[in-house]
């Protein structure tokens, strides 16, 4: 079955510190992937998506993801992290093509950033 | 601006009672999501809607209820037979290239 997987349920940073949020996806082709943040009791927000092209993908905050065909993996990372990066982080993909293309989520990797 | 409006933004639903959560798009999008969050369950789907006047059960359907009588209305339903209600539901539209999310609604059963 299809499955996203995002290891690490909670990170600590320190602020300034770089950061790197994991996310493995299991999938017969490359899907669409996509990054989505969430600051408590808010909607998400969409950081960065990649759909072809190159594998590096900049977004929004100054985040960046790289995908890794050989790997499965689709990584979210910021060099220097903010207190305000401090939300949950959604990893997520979308089949490129079928019927059925529901985004498909993983559980979400909580950052907590200490000053 | 283009975006998603959820109401109200706090719910508090008595045992028995049905309630009904708003959602509506101005983003033209013909696709719409009900999600249901709970704490370290991630986001769990409860209907979708891929056009007007059709809608499918996502994974957790029991208990909830949709229509999708307009493009830009999606209202999510929350029966009393939804024995356990109280969550953060989030409302989507968009499809493949994304999707754009609500702010979201917190019922509470009381």
């Known amino acids: 079955a299809q499955s996203v997987t995002q290891p690490d349920i909670h990170i600590t940073v320190s602020e300034g510190a770089s950061l790197e949020l994991r996310c493995n996806y299991s999938y017969g082709a490359t899907p669409y992937l996509f990054w989505y943040v969430q600051s408590p009791g808010q909607g998400l927000q969409l950081l960065l998506k990649y759909f072809s092209g190159d594998t590096l993908v900049q977004g929004i905050k100054g985040f960046e993801a790289e995908f890794k065909r050989s790997q499965s993996s689709f990584n979210l990372r910021k060099p220097s992290v903010h207190w305000s990066d401090a939300a949950e982080y959604f990893c997520a993909v979308v089949p490129r093509a079928g019927n059925n293309r529901k985004l498909i989520w993983g559980l979400g990797t909580s950052l907590a950033v200490n000053p | 601006d283009g975006g998603i409006t959820q109401s109200p933004k706090y719910l508090f639903r008595k045992e028995g009672q049905n309630v009904t959560l708003s959602c509506e798009q101005n983003l033209n999008h013909d696709a719409m999501y009900w999600y249901r969050q709970d704490p370290g369950q991630g986001l769990r789907l409860i209907y979708y809607s891929q056009i007007v006047n059709d809608f499918q059960k996502g994974d957790i359907a029991e208990g909830y209820s949709v229509s999708r009588e307009k493009k830009e209305s999606f209202p999510l339903t929350v029966t009393s037979a939804q024995k356990n209600p109280t969550a953060f539901y989030l409302c989507?539209?968009?499809?493949?290239?994304?999707?754009?999310f609500g702010s979201g609604t917190r019922l509470t059963v009381v």
């Open positions: 989507a539209s968009g499809g493949g290239v994304g999707y754009t």
